[in-house]
Nanobody, 120 residues
């Protein structure tokens, strides 16, 4: 069984920074892309950033220049460093990963989400 657990969310003032972490655990054999999504109240979930196994990165327009995604393959962990936060960044942030597990299949796994609230 594979689990993704996020941490690092919280309340921050506009202009501040937060670092989110997401650790994958369980019967993992390999991990390809790892991503962060977010979902604001009343809105659909949107992709924020992705990092491939080769550490190529891609960002949404709203995240470019402010957020940095990184990963530690030894720890099966992905990070999202967020700076210059704005009230519109307020959302539940979800981790997603493409994982090859002991079931010998690739699957998309989600974390439970962590709340980020940016006050003005």
């Amino acid at each position: 069984q594979v689990q993704l657990v996020e941490s690092g969310g919280g309340l921050v003032q506009a202009g501040g920074s937060l670092r989110l972490s997401c650790a994958a655990s369980g019967s993992i054999l390999s991990i390809r892309a790892m991503s962060w999504y977010r979902q604001a109240l009343g809105k659909t979930r949107e992709l924020v950033a992705t990092i491939t196994g080769g550490r190529n990165t891609n960002y949404s327009d709203s995240a470019k220049g402010r957020f940095t995604i990184s990963r530690d393959n030894a720890k099966d962990t992905v990070y999202l460093q967020m700076s210059s936060l704005k009230p519109e960044d307020t959302a539940v942030y979800y981790c997603n990963a493409n994982i090859y597990s002991s079931t010998l299949t690739w699957g998309q796994y989600w974390g439970q989400g962590t709340q980020v609230t940016v006050s003005s």
